[in-house]
């Protein structure tokens, strides 16, 4: 168990529709990242927020928006959503703002996407 | 933008070694590495910094080469349990991030 918590862990939506996916970061843990796993395109980073804040922008969507509350967890929405989102959405968290030797990032169990 | 891994798959026994490359087309600020099973989320191995190597494990360790912009990943005496896909994760000097294409190891008896 690495502590980052995901849910729901299964969600099967229709197209056109709009999800929150929920992150709850380890205990101690500011940092807190979004990854979409698809077959297609394989592992992308979404965005990462430290401590209420985006750090960092990937590969997101504009039909995509995630946000880090004050309790520090994190959701991500998807709207309009179509066949193509159907994917593994992971969150990770880290203490710090990034990664490093003293600093290892840990993985959610991930949350999956079905769009029908 | 999305590091380039080679090999794509690669099976090894018990006890062989294995290199795992990353090459990427920007210039890079830091390189991850990672392991994935199969249904499970991906393990955070190692980072390696700008001007740093970095040993995250026993036998497992990996070199960054800032001027070629790659990485490598070094598996010793591999165990059975080092099997799974094998994710370097770049971050650029842009401050962006992206994961390479996967290494698929299996480790046979």
């Known amino acids: 168990d690495s502590g980052v918590t995901q849910t729901p862990k299964h969600l099967i939506t229709a197209t056109g529709q709009r999800v929150t996916l929920r992150c709850s970061p380890r205990?101690?843990?500011?940092?807190v990242y979004w990854y979409q796993q698809s077959l297609d395109q394989g592992l992308q980073f979404l965005i990462q927020?430290?401590?209420?804040?985006?750090?960092a922008k990937g590969n997101i969507l504009e039909r995509f928006s995630a946000q880090q509350f004050p309790d520090l967890h994190s959701e991500l929405n998807l709207s309009s959503l179509e066949l193509g989102d159907s994917a593994l959405y992971f969150c990770?968290?880290?203490?710090?703002?990034?990664?490093?030797?003293?600093?290892?990032?840990?993985f959610g169990e991930g949350s999956w996407l079905t769009v029908v | 933008q999305q590091p380039v891994q080679s090999p794509q798959a690669v099976i090894l026994r018990e006890g062989e070694d294995a290199v795992i490359n990353c090459s990427s087309s920007?210039?890079?600020?830091?390189v991850h590495w990672y392991r994935q099973k199969h249904g499970e989320a991906p393990v955070f191995l190692m980072i390696?910094?700008?001007?740093?190597e970095q040993k995250g494990h026993e036998k497992i360790s990996a070199s960054f080469n800032e001027k070629k912009q790659q990485s490598s990943l070094y598996l010793t005496a591999s165990q059975l349990s080092y099997s799974g896909t094998y994710f370097c994760?770049?971050?650029?000097?842009?401050?962006?991030?992206?994961f390479g294409t996967g290494t698929s190891l299996t480790v046979i008896p």
């Open positions: 927020y430290y401590n209420g804040e985006e750090r």
């Open positions: 990770a968290s880290t203490r710090g703002s990034l990664p490093s030797s003293g600093n290892t990032i840990y």
């Open positions: 920007k210039a890079l600020y830091s």
């Open positions: 205990s101690g843990d500011l940092s």
């Open positions: 390696l910094l700008k001007g740093g």
């Open positions: 994760g770049t971050r650029d000097t842009g401050n962006q991030f992206y």
